[in-house]
Structure formats: structure tokens, C-alpha cells
């Protein structure tokens, strides 16, 4: 589902910020990815979403080598991705409906097809009740919840979440992650990118570790 095959990943300023990282996350695998700031996590979720390329080493998603992709099927490549992030990155002057429908519309679905996908993405988070609401009107957890909507609407096999309860307390957070965990039952694959090793701990799944962009640990998978 997602392999990468001795990548490193080199900016233009000579920050090395992977190194020779080898890893695999199976079809329907979910996994934590963790490390201190700046260990290289944001950067590997970035080659995964094609916002980066890597300067060695391949990259591969469903099968499809990353480094062959011409910019211009770029966005194919990205239907097949959700993406969570901690700042949920909503638009504040659209509706929670409209913000959720925003890859159905852009995928150009039918309008029929975007009400029934949207309010049923909406369902599975405990926001159908709040579609015609302002996001600002929201609390941060019901706001990270309109950002998981949106990234599961398009029914995408993968979810990658950027360290998705980092502005959330720990009830929120336990709250956000047991939505992770349906989503896998289902079949989705997801990686979480995130530094709460307590939640991390508790849940138990394979967590993958970084250290100044190299893979310091992969734990394997105790579920």
C-alpha cells in the first residue's frame, strides 16, 4: 500500500531530512509515526502526498512509483488520499457542509452524489446536526472532526493524519483516535503522524520511530 524504498529526502539549504528510511505499511494497516520535532515526520508524509519528492529512492503508493509521476496526474494520485492535519486548515467562509463537499466538488461528482457522500461523512463524525453551521462556531474538536469528514468523503483506501490531537486534551484526543480505529476496522489504511506517546502507548498499535530523519525503531504491529 505504501512502501519506501531507501528514501532520502535532501533540501536545497543541504538539511538532510530522511535518510536511507525503508518501511512498509501494508493495505489496511494502521500505524503511529512518531519522533522529536524536526525528526523528519512531516517530510515523509509529504513524499507520500507528492508536496515533496524524494532525492533518492523510490516511493510507492498502491503500487504507482511516486517518482514517475508527472505533475500533471499529481492530483489522481491525491483522490486516493485523505489527509488529516492539527490544524484542521478549514475554510472559515464556507459552511461545514461546503467544506466537507470541496473534494467531491472538485472530483466533479454529481450534486446528488455530494449530498448523500457529505452527510454521510458527516454522520460517522457526529456532525450531521451542524452542515449549515460556520466552522469558527465550533469547538477545536468538532473543527478536527469537520477536517476528518472531509478527508474520508471521497472514500480514499488511504488516511495519513498529521499530528491530528495535537491541540486537543486528552478526552478529545482518545475521542478522535477511537474514529481512527473504525475507519481501519473498515479496511482503511492509515499512518498518524504524532508525538503523544501516552496515547500512543495505550492504543497499541506498530509505532515507527524517527530520529534526525533516520528510522530509529519500527515496532511491528501487536494488534
Excluded: C, W
Excluded at 3 to 11: G, I, L, P, Q
Excluded at 14 to 27: E, F, R, S, T
Excluded at 116 to 123: G, S, T
Amino acid at each position: 500500500m505504501i512502501r519506501f524504498n531507501n528514501v532520502s529526502k535532501r533540501y536545497e539549504n543541504g538539511n538532510d531530512a530522511l535518510k536511507h528510511i525503508n518501511i512498509n505499511l501494508n493495505k489496511g494497516e494502521m500505524a503511529f509515526l512518531t519522533g522529536h520535532s524536526g525528526a523528519g515526520k512531516s517530510t515523509l508524509l509529504k513524499l507520500i502526498t507528492l508536496v515533496e519528492r524524494s532525492t533518492r529512492g523510490e516511493v510507492f503508493v498502491n503500487g504507482i512509483n511516486l517518482s514517475k509521476v508527472s505533475n500533471r496526474r499529481v492530483p489522481l494520485v491525491r483522490r486516493n488520499i485523505g489527509m488529516i492535519f492539527q490544524d484542521h486548515r478549514l475554510l472559515f467562509d464556507r459552511s461545514v457542509y461546503d467544506n466537507v463537499a470541496l473534494p467531491l466538488i472538485i472530483a466533479g461528482h454529481p450534486h446528488r452524489e455530494i449530498g448523500r457522500r457529505v452527510r454521510a461523512a458527516l454522520d460517522k463524525v457526529g456532525l450531521l446536526k451542524k452542515e449549515k453551521l460556520q466552522p469558527i462556531t465550533l469547538s477545536g474538536g468538532e473543527q478536527q472532526r469537520v477536517g476528518i469528514a472531509r478527508a474520508v468523503v471521497n472514500k480514499p483506501p488511504i488516511l495519513l493524519a498529521d499530528e491530528p490531537t495535537g491541540n486537543l486534551d486528552p478526552e478529545l484526543s482518545a475521542e478522535i483516535m477511537d474514529l481512527f480505529i473504525q475507519f481501519n476496522q473498515v479496511g482503511v489504511s492509515l499512518l498518524v503522524a504524532s508525538h503523544d506517546l501516552g496515547l500512543i502507548a495505550r492504543l497499541k498499535y506498530r509505532t515507527i520511530t524517527l530520529k534526525d530523519g533516520s528510522l530509529a525503531t519500527d515496532g511491528g504491529n501487536f494488534k
